[in-house]
């Protein structure tokens, strides 16, 4: 593969911003707090407007708080957007250890908090965040490009819509656990793959990825919502070694009858619809003289994703209880990462790994 006709337009993209702006990436950590606390080792601030000066803060600690609608530091107020704190290690704030310049602007109903730190450092600290680091170093790289490309699409997005931030650091975008869990196994898959991206129609995808398929991938539109063409449902036979390849959930009658809404226990349990990898779509569940039709996925956020692992499972009744036989963990699109890692294992590498999950993308090198 090499770097692709891809990297042309992307850079096209990416050329109307500042000087490095590729090569960082913004994080919203926190919206509308009321204050914020900063501390790090050689603790610098400096306000964020023309001409400002950075300074040492006394104590390596710096209080932030919103008063009306002025920013004070300490009790002192402070003019411009907000401040750029910088630290000689690493910087305390919002509950996480971050790197780069952490900035505290005046947002939306109160104080935001922007981790500005290198692309690639982020990139480091989501693979650890969001994949075992005992996995293969190739399925580390897979997760480095999906998490890279996810967050440069995130870029693109966020400056057409000139945002303050990139990406949240939530599941909803993807875990960003800060920088204190950056592994060196991590850091390595992150540095191999340096500035590499999958694309498709010179953009960068939407690189969804999940636990375990538990043998055959969803398709984007029946997961998400999402009709991509390099997000096909795609068999996978290596996902064994994951704890939820074949799962079963017990769930009392009286359970299911709350969780359906219904007035009693429930009776009766029903598949009405299934995707076309047999993933439930839609449920019936009867009980207490009423009967209730759910999608799989409110069924399955109205139960916890923890607790209902997949939509791919069968459903009986047994003993005032159903019991659902499953297989997987998450929503099932793109890329499986047990099955990344078995097929590391078996002595793929990261690109022919890629490709299997996102058929159709190819792989471009920004820098
Ligand atoms: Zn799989």
Redesign the pocket.
């Known amino acids: 593969m090499g770097p692709g006709r891809g990297a042309w337009l992307l850079a096209a993209l990416l050329a109307a911003a500042p000087a490095h702006a590729v090569e960082v990436v913004r994080i919203s950590l926190a919206e509308g707090a009321t204050e914020v606390e900063v501390s790090g080792p050689g603790l610098t601030v400096e306000s964020l407007r023309d001409g400002a000066e950075r300074r040492p803060v006394p104590g390596d600690r710096a209080r932030v708080r919103l008063q009306g609608d002025v920013i004070t530091v300490d009790g002192t107020p402070v003019d411009g957007a907000g401040l750029a704190f910088a630290a000689k290690g690493s910087i305390r704030c919002a509950g996480r250890d971050l790197s780069g310049e952490v900035e505290v602007r005046r947002g939306r109903g109160g104080l935001s908090v922007i981790d500005v730190l290198p692309l690639e450092e982020y990139v480091a600290a989501v693979v650890g965040g969001e994949m075992p680091v005992t996995f293969p170093p190739e399925a580390l790289k897979a997760q480095a490009v999906a998490a890279r490309t996810f967050a440069v699409g995130k870029k693109i997005e966020a400056r057409e819509q000139a945002l303050d931030f990139d990406l949240g650091s939530t599941v909803l975008d993807q875990v960003y656990p800060g920088v204190g869990r950056a592994d060196p196994r991590a850091r390595a898959a992150a540095t191999a793959t340096a500035g590499e991206v999958l694309v498709k129609d010179h953009r960068p995808i939407e690189a969804y990825f999940h636990s375990?398929?538990?043998?055959r991938?969803e398709r984007g539109a029946d997961a998400l919502g999402r009709d991509l063409r390099y997000l096909p449902s795609v068999a996978?036979d290596?996902?064994q070694g994951s704890p939820a390849w074949r799962w079963t959930l017990r769930l009392p009658a009286a359970e299911l009858g709350r969780t359906a809404g219904l007035p009693g226990d429930a009776t009766r349990m029903t598949v009405v619809r299934t995707t076309s990898t047999g993933r439930v779509s839609r449920v019936s569940v009867e009980g207490g003289g009423g009967r209730v039709q759910l999608d799989g996925v409110e069924l399955r956020r109205r139960l916890g994703y923890e607790r209902l692992p997949s939509l791919a499972f069968t459903v009986k009744a047994e003993k005032g209880s159903f019991v659902l036989s499953g297989q997987?963990r998450g929503h099932g699109a793109g890329m499986?990462q047990?099955?990344a890692a078995g097929y590391a294992k078996a002595g793929q590498d990261y690109r022919a790994i890629l490709v299997r999950y996102y058929p159709g993308a190819e792989i471009a090198r920004m820098y």
Do not use: H
Request: hydrophobic content about 15%.
């Open positions: 375990a398929c538990g043998g991938t996978c290596r996902c997987g499986c047990w099955g």
